[in-house]
């Protein structure tokens, strides 16, 4: 089993910057990919960006130049990570998901809501 907390949503005006944080406890040993996903209120859960163990990330087109994936950071028994979001949009309004993938399963945080205002 792995645990998922996410943290550093709010609100935010156009323009303006927020950092995500998601600390992955549990059997961190078998996550081999971490992840940003979001779902703006209306529409399908997408994908912001995702990094694997190896330090890889990609990211949408919608956030490239903007936002910023950290590599994973294991300490304390807690992989964590953490989303740099810049330059930021109304657009960019959603519940953000923390994800970890394992072989079999994936595993989701609770969500943390951001808000842009125009």
């Known amino acids: 089993q792995v645990q998922l907390v996410e943290s550093?949503?709010?609100?935010?005006?156009?323009?303006g910057s927020l950092r995500l944080s998601c600390a992955a406890s549990g059997s961190i040993s078998s996550i081999y990919?971490?992840?940003?996903?979001?779902?703006?209120?209306?529409?399908?859960?997408e994908v912001v960006a995702t990094v694997t163990s190896g330090g890889s990330t990609n990211y949408a087109d919608s956030v490239k130049g903007r936002f910023t994936l950290s590599a994973i950071s294991r300490a304390n028994a807690k992989n964590t990570m953490y989303l740099q979001m810049n330059s930021m949009s109304p657009e960019d309004?959603?519940?953000?998901?923390?994800?970890?993938?394992?072989?079999?399963?994936?595993?989701?945080?609770?969500?943390?809501?951001?808000t842009v205002s125009s």
């Open 93 to 114: 309004t959603a519940v953000y998901y923390c994800a970890a993938d394992t072989l079999f399963l994936r595993y989701w945080g609770q969500g943390t809501p951001v």
């Open 33 to 45: 990919r971490m992840g940003w996903y979001r779902q703006a209120p209306g529409k399908q859960r």
């Open 8 to 15: 550093g949503g709010g609100l935010v005006q156009a323009g």
